[in-house]
């Protein structure tokens, strides 16, 4: 079991689900999650459309498939994420309208929760990987010292990778604060 690569991988997730709150500036990645009902498949919106940012308060949805612009545009209007989608017949254009103070401390509170669940998820490999050592002593392949060595090491790569998920969260922060 790679250690390092699992907790390597559930930092990158936190961080891909970091990406999905949104910041006063638009970002096509805010449309990540969304999903489209596209001829009966859940389908992502990115291999349906072209996604784009021709400025600062702006998504621009650029759809292949002209066909499907009504159900881009309901899935997003229907989505948890508030935008209105706005339709030309061409392209679909999303405004990010400024966000408030209460909205900016809720989504700092939102970005507090997905590290916390990035930390458990570094918690659990950390655990795992403790049982595979203190099992592996057990039964004879480990001595004590080596054994306590192996969670020490253990240890100091989940405090690493604990540090680096806090250091995304506070950039996240100041950029969720950033006027």
Request: glycine share 4%; with cysteine.
């Amino acid at each position: 079991m790679d250690i390092e690569a699992s907790m390597r991988k559930s930092v990158e997730a936190t961080q891909r689900t970091f990406n999905t709150i949104r910041t006063g500036r638009a970002n096509p990645s805010l449309l990540d999650k969304l999903s489209i009902d596209y001829y009966g498949a859940e389908t992502p919106l990115r291999s349906l459309a072209t996604l784009s940012t021709p400025d600062s308060q702006t998504i621009q949805i650029q759809p292949f498939d002209r066909g499907s612009m009504a159900l881009i545009e309901k899935a997003i209007a229907m989505s948890d994420l508030g935008l209105t989608p706005n339709n030309d017949g061409k392209v679909i254009r999303i405004n990010i309208p400024p966000l408030t103070e209460d909205r900016r401390k809720e989504f700092c509170k939102l970005a507090s929760r997905y590290a916390e669940e990035g930390k458990v998820s570094l918690r659990n490999i950390r655990r795992e990987a403790i049982d595979v050592v203190k099992k592996q002593e057990k039964e004879g392949e480990l001595s004590e010292d080596q054994s306590r060595d192996a969670q020490e090491k253990v240890q100091k790569l989940t405090d690493r990778f604990i540090a680096e998920l806090e250091k995304h969260l506070s950039e996240k922060e100041i950029d969720i604060l950033k006027v």
